[in-house]
């Protein structure tokens, strides 16, 4: 849209511009602006003043055009661009740690042998054999850590089975209750007519683990923690994850009144061996594991927060449109 707009601009008489020997200006801008229906849009302008020999504007012409459409085409292209290096820097992290993860397997499997073969030739109660048990506990860990890692890196298979969302919810805050303190109220809003997705129970069941975790240790005085789960179509979902595809996605919120993030903290949440805890509590790998794991389902990882005022992280999965419905439970509150 090209809009002539002398009409539209004021004369100023003190409104002086640099001119050239002709007694002309150029000036512009891009600029948002707002229609007699309320709507914004964004425009750019160009145009030119001509002043008299007193110095004053004698007129002003000029066009304005409407770019909100280029104005959005553009947003959506750079943020399309940071996924990209997103996507490349975790993949070459993920390459990395899969590396790792195999050359550190190997040589836990020497360990625990050997430590193996030392606690069955040792008799029970001996320094020897003690020692060579908490060795294998180590070594133990470490391999848990290894699992990890992999999981990370994408290098595990995931079950594909159809499943109910609700139901795996239940199961995993089973789990994650025993974590919880007291202090901390849990809250469930499950919705029951959301479609059954394809995926890894265990898996899923993880994701809920490692976020009701993070958000126990964002609420360390207490807090509540929310857990919610809906059915959205496609549009819904791309106003916050551009490239999402399907047709209809699950959406699983888990959201804590914690201590939030700033926005140099959310860029890096998700890379492996980030932590704002201490090396104490934790090892870095929990949201990389969330987000290697919904990788793997097809899915998406996006976070809200701010500091003070808590954290939500939303998770969502695509929906096969053949897949049967999942059963309806009650709520539970």
Do not use: C
């Amino acid at each position: 849209m090209a809009v002539d707009i002398p009409s539209m601009l004021y004369f100023d008489p003190a409104d002086r511009y640099p001119r050239d020997a002709d007694g002309h200006s150029e000036d512009g801008g891009v600029s948002r602006l707002r229609r007699k229906d309320g709507t914004e849009v964004w425009t750019e302008y160009h145009g030119r003043r001509e002043y008299g020999e007193d110095g004053r504007v004698r007129f002003r012409e000029g066009i304005l055009r409407d770019i909100t459409e280029r104005r959005k085409a553009d947003e959506e292209r750079v943020g399309l661009e940071q996924q990209l290096f997103q996507a490349q820097k975790m993949e070459a992290i993920g390459t990395m740690a899969a590396g790792l993860a195999h050359d550190f397997n190997n040589i836990l499997g020497i360990i625990m042998g050997n430590a193996g073969i030392l606690t069955v030739s040792t008799p029970e109660g001996e320094k020897v054999r003690l020692r060579a048990e908490s060795i294998t506990t180590a070594a133990e860990r470490g391999a848990q850590l290894v699992r990890k890692l992999m999981t990370f890196a994408r290098k595990t298979d995931a079950e594909q089975n159809p499943l109910s969302l609700n139901d795996v919810v239940r199961e995993g805050l089973d789990l994650l209750r025993a974590t919880l303190p007291k202090e901390i109220a849990v809250h469930l809003s499950l919705d029951t007519a959301i479609p059954a997705v394809i995926g890894d129970s265990g898996q899923i069941q993880q994701v809920l683990i490692n976020l009701g975790v993070n958000a126990r240790d964002a609420m360390p005085g207490g807090g509540t923690l929310t857990i919610t789960t809906s059915a959205v179509p496609r549009d819904t979902a791309r106003k916050t994850i551009r490239s999402a595809a399907a047709a209809r996605y699950v959406r699983l919120e888990v959201a804590d009144t914690g201590r939030g993030m700033d926005e140099e903290t959310q860029r890096r949440i998700f890379d492996p061996f980030f932590s704002t805890k201490t090396p104490d509590r934790g090892t870095g790998l929990g949201l990389a594991m969330v987000s290697g794991i919904i990788a793997k389902h097809g899915g998406h990882v996006s976070v809200r927060s701010s500091p003070g005022l808590g954290s939500e992280f939303t998770i969502w999965l695509p929906v096969r449109e053949r897949t049967a419905q999942s059963p309806r439970h009650p709520s539970l509150a």
